[in-house]
């Protein structure tokens, strides 16, 4: 005997608290009433399975997908061992460029052009290396 319906997944833990999450945001904004949140939220924790808890959300709209934000922050010199070289570089160059002003004692900050550029760089780096990441992101060869 064949089963002709498709397999059901079972949903876990933090499957529920995805949606009621959701629940809840909708009802935050308006967009459901506190009985109606209370309602799917007792039927969200009694779901087993996943295909019950896509129907608690189906006619809320889908949440905006994050925008990125500075490409330059501390999680992401902890991951990239090269951007925290190519920062390193740039401060030290800087740092040099500064040291070399104070002694020749020139009256114009000229160091100020080269550090934007090293700092242009830095950016640009860490912009590709957030992009990079995106999910769906294209992978080169």
């Known amino acids: 005997m064949e089963d002709t319906h498709p397999a059901r997944i079972r949903a876990a833990d933090a499957d529920r608290e995805r949606v009621a999450t959701a629940v809840q945001h909708a009802g935050?904004?308006?967009?459901?009433?506190?009985?109606?949140?209370?309602?799917?939220?007792?039927?969200?924790?009694?779901?087993?399975?996943?295909?019950?808890?896509?129907?608690?959300?189906?006619?809320?709209?889908?949440?905006a997908p994050p925008r990125p934000g500075f490409p330059l922050t501390r999680d992401a010199l902890r991951r990239h061992p090269a951007l925290r070289l190519h920062l390193a570089v740039a401060v030290t160059i800087a740092a040099v460029m500064i040291v070399r002003w104070v002694v020749l004692g020139a009256g114009f900050f000229w160091p100020g052009f080269p550090m934007f550029w090293l700092a242009v760089s830095l950016l640009v780096h860490a912009r590709v290396r957030a992009f990079r990441e995106r999910p769906g992101a294209a992978v080169p060869y």
């Open 28 to 63: 935050s904004e308006g967009r459901l009433t506190l009985d109606e949140v209370e309602e799917r939220l007792t039927h969200v924790y009694a779901a087993r399975f996943t295909d019950e808890l896509t129907a608690l959300t189906a006619d809320l709209p889908r949440p």
